[in-house]
């Protein structure tokens, strides 16, 4: 059983930087490919980022690329988003997500694991 909690979310002007971070607790960790999801009040769960279990291959959303960077660090068992030039429409509870799941990594249905989520709110 993966146990995995969100951190990092906060309130941030519209240009700004945020640097979220998920923790596993399962020494399966490393085995799994991470997801970053998001939701915003009255809409769908959407795909952020990604991470395949090596960290070899990443892959993000149209909207957030360019600003946004996964990664990895299989040795403690966390995996983060570098959020920059931030604006309101990436206001969202951040979740993210665990599970072998490559190459399908945009569909949230596949992933296993899930945290509870870190909201980030974006000022104008």
């Known amino acids: 059983q993966e146990q995995l909690v969100e951190s990092g979310g906060g309130l941030v002007q519209a240009g700004g930087s945020l640097r979220l971070s998920c923790a596993a607790s399962?020494?399966?960790?490393?085995?799994?490919?991470m997801g970053w999801f998001r939701q915003a009040p009255g809409k769908e769960r959407e795909f952020v980022a990604a991470?395949?279990?090596?960290?070899?291959?990443?892959y993000y959303a149209d909207s957030v690329k360019g600003r946004f960077t996964i990664s990895r660090d299989n040795a403690k068992n966390t995996v983060r988003l570098r959020m920059k030039n931030l604006n309101p429409e990436d206001t969202a509870v951040y979740y993210c997500?665990?599970?072998?799941?490559?190459?399908?990594?945009?569909?949230?249905?596949?992933?296993?694991?899930w945290g509870q989520g870190t909201q980030v709110t974006v000022s104008s």
């Open positions: 997500a665990a599970g072998t799941v490559a190459p399908f990594v945009r569909e949230a249905g596949r992933y296993a694991y």
């Open positions: 399962a020494r399966t960790f490393s085995t799994y490919d």
């Open positions: 991470i395949s279990w090596s960290g070899s291959s990443t």
